[in-house]
């Protein structure tokens, strides 16, 4: 990873560890000396007040007074010799401060050295380092007003080398401690880098939709924080995009239905239009006629009145039926169920329907006697076997017969046939007959007045029994069925 956060502290720790001992050997060179004259200074002068005090309290003389001088002396590394106003030693340093008599009347006489530079000077002291390269000394000495008269003396290291060997020594223990600390950088970044490398990995998954990875670690700091908001938010993302899909296929399938509900609204009025067209044609063509005279004995105007009510009576059937279907399919017409004998029903409606047959030479073959009783609803029950008699009386071919079967089935559901010889339905259009308006021989259809609508109640009134219908081609012709609920 080109910014590898490891690689980043890495980094971060190099240039601050460097930075740092860039500041250490700036600091020594040019801090290191000034710093060490300052201490060196505060010692001496610390020194000079216990001599000051002591000369003031006239305690020079005391043990007390000898053994804090010399505790100081000897713990800051200072020569001291000390004397009266009549040149009497009253202390001297056992470090060598015998050696400092000559130098104090020296310096008290004017005869100072010229590779002394006097560093602070006041009117009881005046302080001086020598200029050596070695480092040399440096002094303090004064004459008090008491009388007493005192030079201190302490060697001073070499502070070049000192800033040398110190900058030598930051270096190499400040190499050492970067590559120790590189080396702890980067194993604890990498414990820290792991469970971020694995969100990452979880977040790429997430953001291919796959929310079945989750994040396991025991951390109780804020990257176990952030694992627990993650698998929260998979869990979240998870449950929102599989209601947005399901409310996605809902609108789909609303969206198809509408268009599927438009597309039945045009055929509807395309096929009603097409349906009352002409009729209304003929009703406004003959009405025309007899608004003009052309009726001239009672017989045509007898005829052309007619057709009017023909063909008005026509366009009023299809309109009911319509209206039957509507409620149907809407659940308007409430469907009473009662038991009642289906054979009865079936032989009443035949023998109301043999004038029909009769008249076109169509045998009509029924033969049951025995009683069979089914639930339903006898007027819609007599609606469906209307439909189908009169769709295999229009459609009947030679030798022209109609057969009526009724079936007792081992599930206890009874089941009517209604068969009569022709032509076969083609197997494209046997799913589509109980469309509405649809018609397999349009010319036929018209020819005998059907509306193409009374397989459509059929299938409504089916539908709202919760019962089975169908339509099969047989051996000579077609059967259309039915079944119902049996109640023997």
């Given amino acids: 990873m080109k910014h590898s956060l490891k690689k980043q502290f890495a980094l971060t720790f190099i240039l601050l560890m460097s930075g740092v001992m860039f500041f250490c050997w700036l600091a020594n060179t040019l801090f290191l000396g000034k710093y ?4 060196k200074t505060k010692v001496i002068y610390n020194a000079y007040v216990t001599i000051r005090n002591a000369a003031n309290t006239n305690s020079y003389e005391s043990e007390e007074f000898q053994n804090e ?13 000390v004397v009266n106003s009549e040149s009497e030693m009253k202390y001297v340093s056992s470090n060598g401060g015998d050696r400092l008599e000559l130098l104090l009347y020296g310096y008290l006489l004017g005869y100072g050295n010229d590779k002394m530079q006097v560093l602070q000077k006041e009117e009881e002291y005046c302080i001086q380092r020598s200029v050596m390269e070695n480092g040399g000394f440096l002094e303090m000495y004064g004459r008090l007003d008491s009388g007493i008269s005192f030079i201190m003396r302490t060697p001073l290291d070499s502070i070049r080398e000192s800033a040398s060997m110190a900058n030598t020594f930051y270096l190499y223990t400040g190499v050492l401690c970067t590559v120790v600390g590189v080396v702890i950088i980067w194993i604890v970044t990498g414990k ?15 953001v ?3 929310f079945d990875a989750k994040y396991e670690g025991k951390a109780k700091n804020e990257i176990g924080l952030l694992g627990e908001n993650m698998n929260l938010l998979s869990k979240s993302l998870e449950h929102s ?3 947005l ?7 789909r399938r609303d969206i198809e239905k509408k268009n599927k509900i438009d597309e039945m609204r045009r055929e509807f009025l395309a096929n009603v239009s097409h349906e009352l067209k002409t009729p209304i044609a003929l009703i406004q063509g003959y009405a025309e006629g007899l608004q003009e005279g052309m009726g001239e004995t009672p017989e045509d105007r007898d005829y052309y009145c007619n057709v009017i009510v023909d063909e008005a009576t026509k366009m009023n059937q299809l309109v009911q039926k319509l209206l039957s279907l509507n409620q149907l399919e809407f659940g308007k017409d409430a469907v009473e169920m009662e038991r009642f004998d289906l054979t009865a029903l079936i032989s009443d409606y035949l023998e109301t329907g043999s004038l029909l047959t009769k008249q076109q030479g169509i045998h009509v073959e029924w033969d049951r006697t025995a009683p069979c009783h089914v639930w339903a609803d006898p007027f819609m029950t007599e609606e469906v076997l209307q ?9 009947c071919k030679e030798p022209g017969e109609i057969r009526i079967t009724l079936e007792k089935r081992e599930d206890g559901r009874v089941r009517i046939g209604v068969f009569n010889t022709g032509d076969a339905i083609p197997e494209e259009s046997l799913p589509r007959v109980w469309e509405k308006f649809y018609k397999v021989d349009k010319a036929r259809t018209r020819e005998y007045g059907g509306s193409g609508v009374g397989l459509s109640i059929v299938k409504a009134i089916m539908e709202a029994f919760h019962q089975d219908y169908g339509v099969e081609n047989v051996d000579g012709g077609v ?9 023997d």
């Fill in 36 to 39: 060490y004259i300052s201490r």
């Fill in 69 to 81: 001088l010399e505790k100081v002396c000897r713990n800051n590394d200072i020569s001291a010799f």
């Fill in 192 to 206: 820290i880098v792991k469970p971020i490398l694995t969100l990452n990995t979880i977040s790429e998954r997430m």
């Fill in 208 to 210: 291919k939709l796959d």
């Fill in 241 to 243: 995009i599989s209601e």
């Fill in 245 to 251: 899909k399901s409310a996605n296929n809902e609108l």
């Fill in 387 to 395: 439909n189908y008699y009169s769709n295999a009386v229009h459609y």
């Fill in 479 to 487: 059967l259309f069925w039915f079944e119902l609920e049996g109640a």
